[in-house]
């Protein structure tokens, strides 16, 4: 297992004149090894052996992850604007700036109060997803079991994204408001005691009640923080809430539940069902799909799963 201390970098971004001299690791089985030290500059012909052997994700240390992710959300317009770049790829790097940016957050909650970041993310996250054919596929490419729960939050986003932008008239600020919203609808989680959250045996009723926290918990802390749009706000607060009742934390129902929030627990749940996990194996959409739908009692609202599935399923044909 890869240690939480180090993060992936996609080799895409390596650029041997610009990217921070810093010591890169390379995954080995389950283990990481050095794969240059800080004080050996990485070469273009490194790069192309990397890239014949089809290694994609180098790994930085945690004395260097600043300084990289730095570079990286620097670069990130380049990058998209580079044509020398092929469209997935772009979609792998971008997921990786987004996904760093959660990560800070769920380790430094202060860092939260930087909305501007966070909203200019969105922004790229939109501007890729229009000019894009498969957005989803690229964007949601690098999950690895480690870094499931921050790739999870700029999966939810990018998914809620298109819906919101293939269906519904939003304006482009409120499109932006239910980016951010996505990718923070699990900030509550830095409330939840790292035991609990890592505990692999079955939760006990109290642990589970800790954990459902987390809505509301999260709707609070940027509530406080103050600059998050009412669309963000519910998000966060209802994503949990299920049409027929049965949700958490209020067991709001049908149209009870803002749009934004039912929208964002269908993408919740249908990222979860299509992602690799440690314990189980992605399902594919359509049986991610089929699985919402027979579920029964209406957990999802039938009219925006149909919606839904107009907009996700497309692709694959
Ligand atoms: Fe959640």
Do not use: W
Request: proline share 4%; hydrophobic share 40%.
């Amino acid at each position: 297992m890869v240690d939480q201390k180090y993060r992936p970098v996609h080799v895409a971004c390596i650029n041997p004149d610009k990217f921070p001299q810093v010591a890169l690791y390379m995954q080995s089985g389950t283990n990481l090894v050095l794969y240059k030290p800080a004080d050996r500059p990485i070469s273009k012909a490194d790069l192309q052996r990397l890239n014949n052997n089809q290694v994609e994700q180098l790994y930085v240390g945690s004395g260097s992850i600043r300084e990289v992710c730095d570079f990286l959300e620097d670069s990130i317009s380049d990058i998209l604007a580079d044509s020398d770049i092929s469209g997935p790829v772009k979609g792998q790097l971008l997921s990786q700036v987004a996904m760093n940016y959660v990560m800070d957050v769920f380790e430094m909650p202060d860092k939260l109060s930087n909305l501007d970041r966070c909203r200019n993310l969105v922004r790229q996250l939109l501007q890729y997803i229009a000019g894009n054919p498969n957005p989803l596929d690229a964007l949601h490419s690098i999950v690895s079991h480690d870094f499931y729960t921050f790739a999870h939050s700029v999966h939810v986003a990018s998914l809620s994204l298109l819906v919101h932008a293939e269906v519904f008239g939003l304006t482009a600020d409120e499109l932006e408001d239910v980016g951010i919203g996505g990718i923070l609808h699990d900030v509550g989680m830095i409330f939840v005691p790292s035991g609990i959250l890592e505990k692999t045996d079955i939760l006990t009723n109290f642990e589970y009640n800790l954990i459902k926290k987390h809505a509301e918990r999260g709707y609070e802390c940027l509530r406080d923080l103050g600059g998050f749009s009412e669309i963000t706000l519910a998000a966060v607060r209802y994503h949990h809430e299920r049409n027929n009742g049965e949700g958490y934390p209020f067991q709001l129902a049908g149209d009870e539940i803002p749009r934004t929030a039912q929208v964002t627990a269908i993408c919740d749940v249908f990222s979860a069902l299509t992602s690799n996990r440690a314990y189980k194996k992605a399902m594919t959409k359509d049986e991610a799909l089929a699985l919402m739908e027979s579920v029964g009692k209406d957990v999802f609202s039938p009219r925006l799963l149909e919606k839904f599935k107009a907009v996700v399923l497309p692709e694959e044909s």
